[in-house]
Nanobody
Framework: QVQLVESGGGLVQAGGSLRLSCAAS????????MGWFRQSPGKVREFVAA???????HYASSVKDRFTISRDATKYTVDLQMNNLNPEDTAVYYC?????????????????WGQGTQVTVSS
């Protein structure tokens, strides 16, 4: 089992920034990809960003150029720096991990999930 703990959510005004952090513990040898997803009320969980291997990253088009994912593979932590936030970014953000050789953008490929952290952007 892998345990994931997220932190850093909160309330911010439009145009502001937040930094989310996630730390993995337990059977971390199975962790290859670490990703962030988000879910708003009434919507499906959607991919935000992921990091895997040595320096590989991918972003959803809606956050590219505003969000930056960074991972410390030795410590099994992953951060998500979110800049220029807008109300459409309001959601519960989840950290998740996946084994190798699985597409990073598909939620079903991720094995372990954190409890989520709320991000609210006011207009």
């Amino acid at each position: 089992q892998v345990q994931l703990v997220e932190s850093g959510g909160g309330l911010v005004q439009a145009g502001g920034s937040l930094r989310l952090s996630c730390a993995a513990s337990g059977r971390t040898s199975s962790v290859y990809t670490m990703g962030w997803f988000r879910q708003s009320p009434g919507k499906v969980r959607e991919f935000v960003a992921a990091a895997w291997g040595v320096g590989s990253t991918h972003y959803a088009s809606s956050v590219k150029d505003r969000f930056t994912i960074s991972r410390d593979a030795t410590k099994y932590t992953v951060d998500l720096q979110m800049n220029n936030l807008n109300p459409e970014d309001t959601a519960v953000y989840y950290c998740a991990t996946a084994p190798p050789l699985r597409s990073a953008i598909i939620a079903g490929n991720y094995e372990y999930w954190g409890q989520g952290t709320q991000v609210t952007v006011s207009s």
